[in-house]
């Protein structure tokens, strides 16, 4: 598996950290929120460990905010805090699981492995569809009149979300939290992304489906009579 730990307790990261790569899986790293938030909307990972108290996010906020941007990764959610109110606002958040600090390894083991098994059986061939264009979820690769694209994490993740919520409207702001949380690059980039998205799956062909709503972001239509 690639797994995403996002926590900020350095000791508490490390022995995780080393245990699953002990283990065989491929292990990446954020300490905060953001930067959290920004990886897993960047990159495909299997399983995100997620810290409820982060610094510049907090883990429900991330977590509620990989839900809205169209990211289905099981999220296990780490705490100290064993309420029963709190285990069921992570689970509001868009929490797959909660595990109560202090833990032992084994179990955490077992529970990532539970929500990895669950979740391939129920989206390893899942594929959002909009009109004759289609994405496939496990693969990073789009089709649309039996051309296939693939795509880049970046154009992955536009796609996701706008096809996610389509037809309504996908703000900037959506989209740059989905692509870089609260380190957005200078300079237009988000328009940059958005025209290499349009070039691979709308100019082949005599319709585009990806509208501009000036002064507020994009969506999917089907027609000129469907856009905002």
């Known amino acids: 598996m690639k797994i995403l730990l996002v926590e900020d307790h350095a000791d508490i990261a490390g022995v995780i950290f080393d245990y699953f790569e002990i283990l065989g899986h491929t292990m990446d790293h954020a300490l905060t929120g953001s ?116 795509l880049n994490p970046s154009m992955f993740t536009l796609l996701r979300l706008l096809m996610s919520r389509a037809p309504k409207v996908v703000t900037k702001e959506e989209l740059i939290t989905a692509l870089w949380g609260d380190d957005e690059p200078e300079g237009n980039v988000l328009r940059s992304h958005v025209y290499q998205l349009r070039n691979l799956i709308d100019k082949p062909f005599e319709f585009g489906y990806i509208r501009t709503v000036p002064k507020v972001g994009y969506q999917m239509v089907k027609s000129e009579e469907d856009a905002a």
């Open 35 to 150: 930067q959290g938030l920004s990886l897993s909307c960047d990159q495909h990972y299997d399983i995100i460990i997620l810290d409820v108290m982060l610094p510049k996010m907090d883990g429900m906020t991330v977590c509620k905010k990989l839900r809205e941007a169209g990211v289905d990764t099981p999220v296990l959610m780490l705490t100290a805090m064993g309420e029963n109110d709190d285990i069921v606002s992570g689970f509001d958040h868009g929490a797959d699981d909660y595990l109560v600090k202090p833990f032992d390894l084994k179990v955490l083991e077992a529970r990532v492995n539970a929500l990895h098994r669950r979740h391939s059986g129920d989206v390893s061939a899942k594929r959002l569809t909009f009109d004759e264009l289609s994405l496939d979820l496990s693969s990073f690769t789009a089709s649309r009149r039996g051309c296939q694209f693939v």
